[in-house]
């Protein structure tokens, strides 16, 4: 399973982005993120059929997962970011779940940057 993450960039405070993660096969899909310094944290996750998400409390109401498996994508829409947004961003595949090694396969990383 080959995973390509884009739509990462540099914004200001308060600005949107949507990233994107294309991948082929029935999976749970994930987002995480990594700010520098700091241990990977799980961000977002969707359920294959797209009827469940989990998201981490920091980003509820701001970030939505979505997905569209006849384009084989997933997208995370983030809305009013923040400076401590700002870290790489992964995508992930594999079991539903917020527990990074429920995870087989993983993305190469996106940098968001958010500037205040």
């Known amino acids: 399973v080959q995973l390509q993450a884009s739509g990462g960039g540099l914004v200001q405070a308060g600005a949107s982005l949507r990233l994107s993660c294309s991948a082929s096969?029935?999976?749970?899909m994930g987002w995480f993120r990594q700010a520098a310094g700091k241990e990977r944290e799980f961000v977002a996750g969707?359920?294959?059929?797209?009827?469940?998400?989990l998201y981490t409390d920091s980003v509820k109401g701001r970030f939505t997962i979505s997905r569209d498996n006849s384009k084989n994508t997933v997208y995370l829409q983030m809305n009013s970011l923040k400076p401590e947004d700002t870290a790489v961003y992964y995508c992930?595949?594999?079991?539903?779940?917020?527990?990074?090694?429920?995870?087989?396969?993983w993305g190469q990383g996106t940098l968001v940057t958010v500037s205040s």
């Open positions: 096969g029935r999976y749970g």
């Open positions: 969707i359920s294959w059929s797209g009827d469940s998400t």
């Open positions: 992930a595949a594999g079991a539903y779940s917020t527990l990074s090694h429920a995870y087989a396969y």
